[in-house]
């Protein structure tokens, strides 16, 4: 199940790294391919059993989410956050861009979803884990968490629904932070996974491109300031209406509390 999507390259650099990698996977043979693919399984594996079995996570991030124009322009909308979660029910998400600044703030019985720029909230009952929190806000209200894909008990499960091809492409460094590198395919989209070498195997990027719309605009996170256990950031997971922000209907979230600035109209 992935969940986020969304850029690419500048056509000429597009062609040239196309073309390497091509000339790089051209050298390999059938049966080295195979076990790239079983070491990346068994990376992207490693990952989700250590995501899921940290009772305590936190970290911050930065996003990227591309929007394509009708005449073919890619856009990026750039936000900043935090998260941290304690298993099995607690949540709180922070988001902030040029056009919002949203929280998420779940305490195992009610999700709360705040928008302090506009200074107005919704309330909806969840029950249970964070995996059934997951569920409500991707299937009932149209809204991904960050990392959605990365924090449910089961990542690995979910990541490799549909995947038709993989590819361990060596190592990368990320905010100095040598990671296993992956690539995965599926109908729908593309996406690629940086993981932190050693027995803290964290996911520290993350990007998905789409391949049903038109431009191949991409989602991409990338993660900072990672603790778990008793460094990670410490939190009460209850919601405090200190502002006098006022309630609205869930049904009224996309119009009052959009994801897009207010100048951006959705097409088809």
Not at 77 to 101: C, E, I, W, Y
Request: hydrophobic share 40%; net charge negative.
């Amino acid at each position: 199940m992935i969940t986020i999507t969304k850029a690419t390259l500048k056509t000429t650099v597009a062609k040239l790294s196309v073309g390497v990698f091509a000339f790089a996977i051209g050298l390999g043979t059938s049966t080295i391919a195979s076990a790239d693919e079983a070491d990346a399984k068994a990376l992207l594996k490693a990952m989700s059993d250590y995501m899921a079995s940290q009772e305590a996570i936190s970290f911050a991030y930065d996003a990227s989410f591309e929007v394509v124009t009708k005449d073919g322009q890619r856009l990026s909308l750039a936000s900043s956050g935090t998260m941290a979660l304690n298993r099995p029910d607690k949540l709180h998400v922070t988001r902030s861009g040029g056009f919002m600044n949203n929280e998420t703030i779940f305490d195992g019985q009610t999700l709360t979803l705040l928008g302090k720029n506009v200074n107005l909230y919704t309330q909806v009952e969840v029950k249970g884990t964070i995996d059934n929190l997951l569920d409500t806000m991707i299937g009932k209200l149209g809204r991904t968490p960050p990392a959605a894909d990365l924090i449910s008990s089961n990542a690995y499960d979910q990541l490799m629904e549909n995947v038709v091809d993989i590819k361990d492409l060596g190592s990368g460094v990320i905010n100095g932070v040598e990671c296993d590198f992956l690539a995965f395919r599926t109908e729908d989209v593309d996406w690629q996974i940086w993981i932190a070498h050693g027995d803290q195997p964290y996911p520290c990027r993350y990007v998905v491109t789409s391949k049903q719309i038109d431009g191949a605009p991409q989602y991409s996170i990338q993660f900072r300031d990672w603790e778990t256990g008793k460094n990670a950031v410490s939190d009460d997971f209850i919601f405090s209406n200190t502002t006098d922000a006022k309630m609205i209907d869930p049904a009224d979230l996309k119009e009052k509390m959009g994801d897009l600035p207010s100048h951006f109209k959705t097409g088809g």
